[in-house]
């Protein structure tokens, strides 16, 4: 597959489950419910971020242009930097698709919503991760991938 092609197919569909896990939540539950899902480790838990992890700035005045443009530039910088990479590096090409998809997914929402739903809730009993979505998840573990990738090309270039 081409990597336009994959990049393509990685972001449209994680798009895809993004949004349509936000709006299966925004549509079937109320602000603030919660469904247990594992006792004690995991729930579905319908809340709104305003800021960005952790509610970083979420009573911020500027808030929402300042995450929409950053959003942006994001996009922006992973387009760039995708165009850079060698047609053989297919697992770069899917972690900056999937970066991409959480991003533009989360900047759906703030552009239509003014804030981010989220919904998944991982706790140890009462000690409970910041409630975080598909598109949060999208970008770590893009991320992690893009480490891994990162690693494996430095090795690469050792050998010769």
């Given at each position: ?55 970083f ?22 387009l760039?930097a ?63 991938l ?15």
């Amino acid at each position: 597959m081409k990597p336009w092609s994959l990049f393509s197919l990685f972001a449209i569909v994680g798009i895809i489950i993004d949004q349509g896990t936000k709006i299966a939540i925004d549509r079937s539950m109320q602000l603030f419910d919660s469904v247990q899902i594992i006792e004690n480790f995991f729930n579905i838990t319908y809340v709104r971020n305003r800021g960005a992890a952790f509610s970083f700035l979420s009573d911020a005045s500027w808030r929402l242009p300042f995450f929409i443009i950053i959003s942006i530039i994001a996009a922006v910088v992973i387009l760039v930097a995708f165009r850079k990479l060698r047609n053989d590096q297919r697992l770069a090409h899917i972690s900056l698709a999937m970066i991409f998809s959480g991003a533009v997914g989360n900047l759906i929402d703030r552009v239509r919503l003014g804030e981010v739903i989220d919904f998944l809730d991982v706790h140890w009993y009462r000690h409970h991760w910041p409630a975080f979505n598909v598109a949060d998840s999208l970008i770590c573990v893009g991320v992690i991938l893009l480490a891994i990738d990162m690693m494996l090309e430095e090795k690469r270039l050792k050998r010769g």
